[in-house]
Antibody
Framework: QVQLVQSGTEVKKPGASVKVSCKASGYTFRNYGISWVRQVPGQGLEWMGWISDYNGKTSYIQKFQGRVSITKDTSTNTAYMELRSLISDDTAVYFC????????WGQGTLVVVSS | DIQMTQSPSSLSASVGDRVTITCRAS??????LAWYQQKPGKVPKLLIY???TLQSGVPSRFSGSGSGTDFTLTITTLQPEDFGTYYC?????????FGPGTKVDVK
């Protein structure tokens, strides 16, 4: 069965970076893009960016440009999202999700930014 | 970028009611629209993709319609387990923007 398994909770200080992983199994990893979605506590879903299946091209929303990097390792079927220069407003649950029309999601990773 | 709006932002309905949620895109997106249900503390669940195609395993009381800029999610007979927040999302091209959500409470 298709699974996306994310890395665990992270606690970071302001100004630090965090790298969250998303390991895929149960399907052909190279056939689907991976998006990252974040959800600040009590708020809605926010699409951050993705890495495409076709050519590995990345796209990010303007809000995170220069501060986020999405990568993938096809040898381990793992996607990564790195967010730099963390601020307290980055405290959120971060999800990875498959494809377009997200039929499978990771379980979410809580990132807490606090001094 | 294309903006997504939803209405209403919240609603309260009784078991058995018909519920309709509207999603609007600021520009045409064809039928590249998905609907998700999210319950508190849980991962979002895909209900509908391609505007009107029911995801496998989703009850048939859920349906979607629309194309271009205007879309609708309908729950024909609301059940107690249908509480949660519903989001639409465009995926015709990046960014794959979500709507702001509609919170559904079951009376």
């Amino acid at each position: 069965q298709v699974q996306l398994v994310q890395s665990g909770t992270e606690v970071k200080k302001p100004g630090a970076s965090v790298k969250v992983s998303c390991k895929a199994s149960g399907y052909t990893f190279r056939n689907y893009g991976i998006s990252w979605v974040r959800q600040v506590p009590g708020q809605g879903l926010e699409w951050m960016g993705w890495i495409s299946d076709y050519n590995g091209k990345t796209s990010y929303i303007q809000k995170f440009q220069g501060r986020v990097s999405i990568t993938k390792d096809t040898s381990t079927n793992t996607a990564y999202m790195e967010l730099r220069s963390l601020i307290s407003d980055d405290t959120a649950v971060y999800f990875c999700a498959r494809g377009q029309g997200f039929d499978h999601w990771g379980q979410g990773t809580l990132v807490v930014v606090s001094s | 970028d294309i903006q997504m709006t939803q209405s209403p932002s919240s609603l309260s309905a009784s078991v058995g009611d018909r519920v309709t949620i509207t999603c609007r895109a600021s520009q045409g997106i064809g039928n590249s629209l998905a609907w998700y249900q999210q319950k508190p503390g849980k991962v979002p669940k895909l209900l509908i993709y391609a505007a009107s195609t029911l995801q496998s395993g989703v009850p048939s009381r859920f349906s979607g319609s629309g194309s271009g800029t205007d879309f609708t999610l309908t729950i024909t007979t609301l059940q107690p387990e249908d509480f949660g927040t519903y989001y639409c999302q465009k995926y015709n091209s990046v960014p794959f923007t979500f709507g702001p959500g509609t919170k559904v409470d079951v009376k």
